[in-house]
């Protein structure tokens, strides 16, 4: 039995929202929550917490002199996952022009999941 | 010399900036200008470069600079006119009634402009160490946390490697996990009111999923270190807000993150004899979001500090259409005949900071008009409820408000039509039990 302490980020609120597992896992009780969305929510993120990551990488050519691109996860990857999705980004330096959309890293930390751009740099 | 002469000049090429001038090509203006003061449009969104931006306008969660493209395309595809690197010097009134805009940029030189109308769109900035009177020297190190996101994700430079956060705004927290993810050490996040003023979910992905505590009640009382920050100590503060002797706590570090507070940058609006808010320290403005100075209308965070971009979106379609208004009504000159506008002032009570607008007019709300407000404590199981001349005509319940979030309520013609005669609005909360 263990027990996992979250802040519902449904709404102002922010109820304190405790989940109740056993030794694999299994959710016994979720409490706390006053409404349907914190447990939505509690449940979501004990077993399969995701997050978009953003970060940015250097660009070169730019004619304007940017030295950026911002970067995101073109969907949520696993919360473990992050630390290793930014240093799969160290040293990556991309040409310009640059779009939105542009894949600036495949597959990235094996996510399964692009590294896009988000900003448009000449 | 001859001032160039336009419809509708925008001061400000950001959120606000860009939805006004498509607000108001809409609405039939054409010959319209932005100016803005950086080298690209988009504003203060080009270096939020997190995601959560467009729920409301887009149905999706897009970054910062994603969502800035989104209504630069917008004003390119209308062929609206701005100029980038140029910094608006004055503007103001001229004797035929025209609004004159003084600018520079390297290209033109000088600048003089004229319109019929004018919309202020030029956002805000943060509220500096020494708005904030915490003693010591003035080392390097200390950083506004929009600064530190500038040199972070515009310029690529990392501008600490151990960090003390002041103040729990939005900028402070994604500045948390940002600084974070690059390599940084964030200790510690002090917020000297019992409550953060950021989002629940900011604290939640920027704090507490990288364990990064949160200090409630606490502040900074001395920086040390001459030529660079070498460390912070930071005091729990009584229901006074005053630090609390035996509490200090130490921490090494390099750099100080200051998160406290945005500030409408209104120079140019006092400039031009605008009356100013002094609770939101924007211009006071009518259901048009005009300001005292008629054809001059202002939205975004010039006018008051908003949670969401998409509000500021929304409010600035509002200010380009009532401007296009305006100019339709100039004809050849400059300026609008008086209308006989009536003023009906909005006035509040129990908690509620300010509204805006302050003053409406109950013919122009047009189908509805959204009255945006904050309150200035955490209140729960409340209910809003506006009165139109003393007669409640709408209730909202809120199970919780807070200052950190932005409130509306939705005024509806078919409510002021009920009131042909309207003298008072009043919005007051109470408690819901």
């Not at chain 2, 390297?106 to 900035?125: H, N, P, Q, S, Y």
């Not at chain 2, 600064?147 to 729990?168: D, F, K, M």
């Not at chain 2, 139109?388 to 078919?414: C, H, I, N, Q």
Request: net charge negative; hydrophobic share 40%.
């Amino acid at each position: 039995m263990k027990t996992v302490n979250l802040t519902c980020i449904g709404c102002p609120l922010g109820c304190p929202i405790e989940v109740m597992m056993d030794d694999d896992n299994n959710i016994l009780l979720v409490s706390g929550n006053s409404c349907p969305r914190g447990d939505k929510y509690a449940r979501k993120e004990v077993t399969a917490p995701t997050r978009i990551v953003t970060s940015s990488v250097r660009v070169f050519g730019s004619e304007k002199g940017e030295r950026m691109v911002p970067v995101k996860t073109a969907s949520d990857v696993p919360k473990k996952s992050i630390m290793e999705v930014i240093r799969d980004l160290r040293g990556v330096s991309v040409p310009c022009p640059v779009h939105i959309g542009d894949v600036v890293v495949k597959n990235v930390a094996g996510t399964g999941v692009d590294m896009i751009a988000t900003k448009e740099v000449e | 010399m001859e001032r160039t002469v336009y419809d509708l000049i925008i001061v400000g090429g950001g959120p606000a900036g860009l939805a006004a001038a498509v607000g108001a090509y809409d609405a039939g203006l054409r010959n319209i200008l932005i100016l803005e003061r950086d080298l690209r449009l988009g504003g203060i969104l080009n270096q939020c470069i997190h995601n959560g931006f467009g729920l409301h306008t887009f149905q999706e969660e897009l970054t910062g600079p994603e969502y800035a493209q989104r209504f630069i395309d917008q004003v390119k595809e209308r062929g609206i006119a701005y100029k980038l690197d140029t910094m608006v010097l004055s503007i103001g009134k001229g004797e035929d009634g025209s609004k004159e805009v003084t600018a520079v940029n390297e290209t033109d030189g000088l600048l003089l402009l004229k319109a019929k109308a004018l919309i202020l769109a030029m956002g805000c900035r943060e509220r500096s160490r020494g708005a904030l009177n915490i003693p010591g020297f003035r080392p390097a190190g200390i950083y506004s946390a929009g600064t530190a996101q500038r040199l972070v994700n515009i310029e690529g430079y990392l501008p600490g490697r151990r960090v003390v956060i002041l103040g729990s705004g939005d900028i402070g927290l994604i500045m948390a996990r940002r600084m974070t993810l690059e390599g940084a050490r964030v200790m510690v996040c002090a917020e000297l009111m019992p409550y953060s003023g950021g989002l629940k979910r900011n604290i939640v992905q920027c704090l507490d999923d990288f364990g990064i505590p949160l200090k409630l009640s606490h502040t900074v009382v001395r920086i040390e270190g001459k030529e660079r920050v070498e460390g912070v100590v930071i005091a729990e503060v009584g229901p006074d807000r005053k630090p609390i002797p035996g509490t200090e706590e130490h921490y090494r570090c390099d750099t100080l993150l200051l998160s406290v507070g945005l500030l409408p940058e209104n120079e140019l609006t006092v400039g031009l004899g605008a009356e100013i808010s002094r609770i939101t320290n924007g211009p006071v403005v009518n259901e048009s979001l005009e300001t005292s100075v008629p054809g001059v209308f202002a939205a975004g965070n010039v006018l008051h500090v908003h949670d969401l971009v998409d509000y500021v979106s929304e409010e600035a379609k509002l200010a380009g259409e009532r401007a296009a208004d305006y100019v339709a009504a100039c004809g050849d000159g400059f300026t609008a005949p008086e209308d006989g506008a009536k003023r009906v002032p909005v006035t509040f009570a129990g908690g509620i900071r300010y509204t805006v607008p302050s003053a409406i007019d109950p013919g122009k709300i047009g189908n509805w008009l959204k009255i945006r407000f904050r309150v200035g404590d955490v209140m729960q199981n409340r209910k809003v409820v506006l009165y139109l001349d003393g007669e409640p005509a709408l209730t909202k319940k809120r199970r919780v408000m807070a200052p950190g979030e932005m409130e509306e309520l939705v005024l509806t013609a078919r409510h002021v039509q009920a009131h042909p005669d309207l003298k008072s609005i009043e919005i007051r909360v109470e408690e819901d039990v």
